[in-house]
């Protein structure tokens, strides 16, 4: 099945800028997913301005996440989610939670974890963590007649019997009218020496989805193609860093997802598969916006192009 045959796709060019950095609400859902390099990082804005950020990037190289919240005009952030304790994905809470401080609750898989990394995690949320078990939910704009429903259906690692970090990954779902996405971290999708299959038994707690943060930057061991025909995506977002030593994004998840006509937008150009024509754009941060109905939905690419599209 070919990436466009299951959806309709408009694009118009704009001048640099002009659709990528919106900064406040607008009346749209926005979720801005950040080139942080390889980690993950993505801050939601509710159209009323209630911010949600998913992972917070890498250890290290906290410059990125930080400018690009600065541009955004961002003040504060209301919730933090760890979908793990991952130096990639919590390694810059104390510098953002310095200049944008957290106003209501740090949730993540709870447990512990033995890192400085980890330890530095707790010491910024302080107060405000909680446990994000299946079942706890977020609901932004709670008096609007459309809010947006933050729904944790799995963690820790799903009932598997695993230690892997990775596979213990806190896994949300975002509703927005008839608009989903999904948030995994770095789970998995096939059983090895180190990892558990843990997308098949998700997938139909997720459900059919218009929008994948791509599990575990497009590892050969994530993406499996149960996960891929239960949730059905039509685009998946590659958060990943050039030159990683990981191989990152690998051919085999990229011939999953194109064989289920998905199309995908990397944050930079990694270290792995080679992007194909009219199926993966390299596009910086990426701005996903979906209309005030939750109906259709914007991806913008390097500031300069919009795609269109329509929900299922």
């Known amino acids: 099945m070919g990436t466009f045959s299951r959806f309709r796709v408009a694009s118009i060019y704009l001048a640099f800028g002009a659709s990528l950095l919106f900064g406040q609400a607008n009346g749209k859902l926005q979720i801005h997913f950040i080139d942080v390099g390889q980690g993950d990082g993505a801050l939601m804005i509710s159209f009323r301005g209630e911010t949600v950020l998913f992972d917070d990037g890498v250890s290290g190289i906290c410059e990125k996440p930080v400018a690009y919240l600065q541009r955004l005009g961002v003040t504060k952030i209301d919730y933090h989610i760890a979908s793990h304790y991952h130096a990639d994905h919590i390694g810059c809470i104390s510098e953002i939670l310095a200049l944008f401080p957290l106003q209501k609750d740090a949730l993540d898989r709870?447990?512990?974890?033995?890192?400085?990394?980890?330890?530095n995690y707790l010491k910024a949320?302080?107060?405000?963590?909680?446990?994000?078990?299946?079942?706890?939910?977020?609901l932004l704009d709670a008096t609007s007649k459309t809010p947006v429903l933050i729904d944790f259906v799995a963690s820790n690692g799903n009932g598997a019997n695993t230690t892997n970090e990775n596979?213990?990954?806190?896994?949300?779902?975002?509703?927005?009218?008839?608009?989903?996405?999904?948030f995994g971290g770095d789970l998995s999708g096939y059983r090895t020496g180190s990892y558990e299959d843990i997308e098949t038994g998700v997938a139909p707690k997720v459900g059919q989805i218009e929008l994948y943060k791509v599990h575990h930057?497009?590892?050969?061991?994530?993406t499996n193609d149960a996960w891929l025909a239960v949730t059905k995506p039509i685009v998946g977002i590659v958060s990943v860093g050039d030159g990683n030593g990981y191989g990152h994004p690998t051919e085999k998840c990229l011939e999953r997802l194109h064989s289920a006509g998905v199309k995908t937008y990397w944050t930079e150009r990694g270290a792995g598969a080679t992007p194909e024509p009219g199926h993966d754009f390299i596009a910086g941060s990426i701005v996903v916006e979906v209309d005030a109905a939750g109906e259709s939905f914007a991806v913008s690419r390097s500031g300069a192009t919009v795609d269109r599209y329509s929900v299922w």
């Open 167 to 182: 596979d213990l990954s806190l896994v949300a779902v975002v509703h927005f009218g008839k608009f989903d996405a999904e």
């Open 110 to 119: 709870g447990g512990q974890y033995s890192t400085a990394v980890y330890t």
């Open 125 to 138: 949320i302080g107060a405000h963590r909680k446990t994000a078990e299946p079942g706890t939910q977020i």
């Open 217 to 222: 930057h497009c590892s050969q061991y994530s």
